[in-house]
């Protein structure tokens, strides 16, 4: 689900079994992303994972670094993600959103091989377009908080110009 000429892409790790069944972005019942993305204030309401599509009218979009779906993200192998960066990488060029926001820091460390990168702003650009790695909402990753992802995906949010909504 991307266009051209959004303002934030953000791209998951890879589709979980539940989003591979439904063919909805982050729709295992206990991943934040949707609750996430409403508190930081991309979205005016919390969008269900069936009302994707919506995202598109507030310009955002939703991709994954590697398409193979699995039940957890460590199924994947290196060579998996270094492909997805691959063509991650030829998708940004060629619709140019104003940010890729990579949700997950292995994701982004595969697949662009920067094993020591932070959640945050990157150096690296693909393009014009500017690079921000978020914290993965999976209910896996307790150490991050839902405030807390609020506030990042906030911080994402004013970097791309977007109101709060």
């Given at each position: 689900m991307a266009a ?5 892409l953000?791209?998951?790790i ?16 206990g991943n934040?992303?949707w609750p996430?993305?409403?508190r930081?204030?991309f ?9 994707q599509?919506?995202?598109l ?5 939703i991709t994954n670094v ?16 270094a ?7 030829a998708?940004?060029r ?6 890729l926001?990579?949700?997950g ?19 690296r650009?693909?393009?014009s377009t ?6 993965n909402?999976?209910g ?10 609020g506030?990042?995906?906030?911080r994402l949010?004013?970097?791309a ?5």
């Amino acid at each position: 689900m991307a266009a051209a000429g959004l303002s934030v892409l953000f791209c998951g790790i890879n589709p979980g079994l539940m989003t591979a069944a439904t063919g909805h972005h982050f729709a295992r019942p206990g991943n934040r992303f949707w609750p996430v993305l409403h508190r930081s204030g991309f979205t005016p309401r919390q969008l269900a994972p069936a009302e994707q599509d919506e995202l598109l009218s507030y310009g955002l979009g939703i991709t994954n670094v590697v398409a193979r779906a699995t039940a957890r993200a460590d199924e994947l192998s290196a060579g998996e993600y270094a492909e997805g960066g691959r063509l991650l990488t030829a998708k940004v060029r060629r619709l140019r959103p104003g940010w890729l926001a990579v949700v997950g820091i292995t994701a982004y460390r595969g697949a662009f091989g920067e094993p020591k990168a932070v959640v945050g702003p990157q150096e690296r650009t693909i393009g014009s377009t500017r690079v921000w790695v978020l914290p993965n909402p999976s209910g896996l990753n307790a150490h991050w908080t839902l405030p807390a992802m609020g506030e990042e995906y906030g911080r994402l949010r004013e970097a791309a110009g977007l109101p709060r909504r």
